[in-house]
């Protein structure tokens, strides 16, 4: 592999990297929960300390974006539709992982119709020093095993220990796999809640719950919001944006929330402002910078309102406007680490708001990569034995 060949003269400018089919990603462990939550929390500290650059002139851009016309003039241009986009998201990730990468995909909700995922990803893996490629993967699973992982990183500092109860509301891919990382942190789970939009797809996610995990004693569909929040111990928001705004967005309301809840909110929801302000409500995000430049590239209001209504969006909108104090705001990473306070007691609400990273996606494909290689697994492929233009 690349670094390999740039330590053998010999060979000093063949460059060969592996390539990753879905089963292969799958045999070299990208769906262990358990292991995913633990690199995570090795990722959100380094984010923390600042050993990361991702895109822009901050270093903290989610990634570049592709957008459609409404009504394209040219001939072949796809136009504007419900998620219909394409997006490239490069990072480097340092510590151990000491590497890039890219994960490029392209977007359509129209590709369910097909029986296909909403998005389909690819992800490259590159040498941090050479820029050669390491592995090219196939990243569904990649990136939908990382985006649970990472809230439960949150679980695993900040749910109470006995937790036992969860609701859902949008039993998506993600609420799914943000279900399973939590199950890796508190196997004292027993009862889960689904709220969905359509009884096909909540009556599919029960299913999948189910399935996965037999060691349930209850998973159950409710018919509202409130019934899915009251008596959990962790909740789940997993929907995506309303052309409503805010007043289509999962609504917490403080009263239905038990003492001791934490949320877990890496999409759309709503809390009102009095109580994020409040000592009631204890606020973490997964990194302060990512919100701080998506507020920069599309000013106040527009990312939480209009684009992607996750919760850490509507904080930095608040920090901005000078209605909540930039030290409440506290990241994950620091409380892994042991530099700021977790959980104090079993009555704290905590609200937890992940916008993803593919820093994220750097780390996790470092370590599956590492473990196809140690396993043999994948094809390996030949970029060139000697390069013709250098």
Not at 37 to 65: F, W
Not at 278 to 296: A, I, K, M, P, R
Not at 367 to 382: E, H, P, Q, R, S
């Amino acid at each position: 592999m690349t670094n390999e060949n740039a330590a053998n003269p010999e060979n000093s400018t063949r460059i060969d990297f592996l390539y990753l089919s879905e089963p292969d990603m799958v045999e070299a462990g990208v769906t262990d929960f358990a292991k995913c939550v633990e690199t995570m929390e090795e990722t959100l500290i380094l984010l923390a300390d600042g050993d990361y650059r991702m895109a822009g002139a901050s270093a903290n851009s989610h990634g570049a974006q592709i957008n459609f016309p409404d009504n394209p003039i040219h001939e072949g241009m796809p136009a504007n539709g419900p998620d219909r986009r394409f997006m490239a998201m490069p990072a480097y990730l340092g510590g151990r992982f000491n590497g890039a990468g890219v994960k490029w995909y392209g977007s359509n909700a129209d590709n369910r119709q097909n029986d296909l995922p909403r998005s389909i990803h690819l992800f490259i893996l590159n040498d941090a020093i050479t820029g050669a490629p390491k592995a090219v993967m196939s990243a569904n699973l990649l990136s939908a095993y990382r985006t649970g992982a990472v809230p439960g990183v949150g679980v695993k500092h900040l749910a109470v220990e006995d937790a036992e109860v969860v609701g859902i509301i949008g039993p998506g891919v993600m609420s799914r796999t943000i279900l399973g990382s939590a199950m890796s942190q508190r196997p004292s789970i027993k009862k889960v809640k689904v709220k969905g939009r359509s009884q096909a797809s909540t009556q599919k996610a029960v299913d999948w719950i189910k399935n996965e995990f037999p060691q349930l004693e209850e998973v159950r569909i409710v018919e509202t919001e409130e019934e899915a929040i009251r008596d959990s111990d962790i909740l789940i928001a997993g929907t995506s944006t309303s052309s409503d705004g805010p007043a289509g967005f999962p609504y917490f309301k403080k009263e239905y929330l038990k003492p001791g809840a934490l949320l877990l909110m890496p999409a759309a929801a709503r809390l009102d402002d009095d109580f994020v302000r409040s000592d009631d409500c204890n606020l973490v995000v997964d990194y302060t910078g990512l919100y701080e430049e998506w507020f920069n590239e599309n000013g106040p209001d527009v990312t939480y309102e209009r684009l992607l209504g996750i919760p850490g969006n509507r904080w930095w909108d608040m920090k901005e406007e000078g209605t909540l104090p930039a030290e409440k705001l506290v990241n994950i990473g620091d409380i892994a680490s042991g530099k700021a306070p977790g959980r104090q007691n079993d009555e704290e609400i905590f609200c937890y708001s992940i916008g993803g990273m593919p820093v994220e996606d750097v780390a996790w494909a470092t370590d599956v990569y590492d473990n196809a290689l140690a396993k043999g697994i994948g094809t390996k492929l030949n970029l060139w034995d000697v390069p013709l233009l250098k």
